[in-house]
Nanobody
């Protein structure tokens, strides 16, 4: 299993920006599709964004489309999430996840599709 470690979270005012990173260990990063999920207090974990192995195909939840950008650097084994124009409703713990089995598109937003997870990084957006 891949080891994933998120960083870059913090406290920001509404309208601000943050860039999250997810460092992966192991040789399988480039073989895996990667995703970001988030979980707010009292809510279920929800899909945020996904990127394919090469970085050429991305998918976003409607709630973040146009504000968040997922990217990856396979040479550095790192996944990123650039978040702009943050809103209080973006407050959550953000997790990166890996999918080595390259699930069908219809399963991209499901937590069970991903076999490796990081420990999460807290993002808090104040109004």
């Amino acid at each position: 299993q891949m080891q994933l470690v998120e960083s870059g979270g913090g406290l920001v005012q509404a309208g601000g920006s943050l860039k999250l990173s997810c460092a992966a260990s192991g040789r399988t990063f480039g073989d895996s599709a990667m995703a970001w999920f988030r979980q707010a207090p009292g809510k279920e974990r929800e899909f945020v964004a996904r990127i394919n192995r090469s970085g050429g195909v991305t998918s976003y939840a409607d709630s973040v489309k146009g504000r968040f950008t997922i990217s990856r650097d396979n040479n550095m084994n790192t996944l990123y999430l650039q978040m702009l124009n943050l809103k209080p409703e973006d407050t959550a713990v953000y997790y990166c996840a890996a999918d080595r089995h390259l699930a069908y598109r219809g399963y991209w937003n499901l937590s069970r599709t991903y076999e490796s997870w990081g420990q999460g990084t807290q993002v808090t957006v104040s109004s």
